[in-house]
């Protein structure tokens, strides 16, 4: 397990972007698998985007794909994710999770992280 914080979150309209970040503390973030997920209230929590250790492997949630970037600053032990043509749909409570890994794997399902953040909350104004 490793101690994850997120930051960025706020209040954007329509169509604008937001960058939110995940650093994580005491631990490089070199060897360890990363993603995003949301959850907005009285729906389900969904999976975002994931990014392996080496940064070099990514995927994305269908409803994100095309507009959400993922990526890592190693030197900063933190993971981003830059979302942009935000929608009103896209608000929810973003969850950064992580997971130790020793093979270059991306993670989409939430049961496969072990470590989670706080949470950092979207909104999107019409």
């Known amino acids: 397990q490793v101690q994850l914080v997120e930051s960025g979150g706020g209040l954007v309209q329509a169509g604008g972007s937001l960058r939110l970040s995940c650093t994580v503390s005491?631990?490089?973030?070199?060897?360890?698998?990363m993603g995003w997920f949301r959850q907005a209230p009285g729906k389900e929590r969904e999976f975002v985007s994931a990014?392996?250790?080496?940064?070099?492997?990514?995927t994305y949630g269908d409803s994100v794909k095309g507009r959400f970037t993922i990526s890592r600053e190693y030197a900063k032990n933190t993971v981003y994710l830059q979302m942009n043509s935000l929608k009103p749909e896209d608000a929810a409570v973003y969850y950064c999770?992580?997971?130790?890994?020793?093979?270059?794997?991306?993670?989409?399902?939430?049961?496969?992280?072990?470590?989670w953040g706080q949470g950092t909350q979207v909104t999107v104004s019409s």
């Open positions: 999770a992580a997971k130790r890994t020793y093979y270059n794997y991306i993670l989409p399902g939430e049961n496969e992280y072990d470590s």
């Open positions: 990014i392996s250790f080496s940064g070099t492997r990514t």
């Open positions: 005491g631990r490089t973030i070199g060897s360890i698998a």
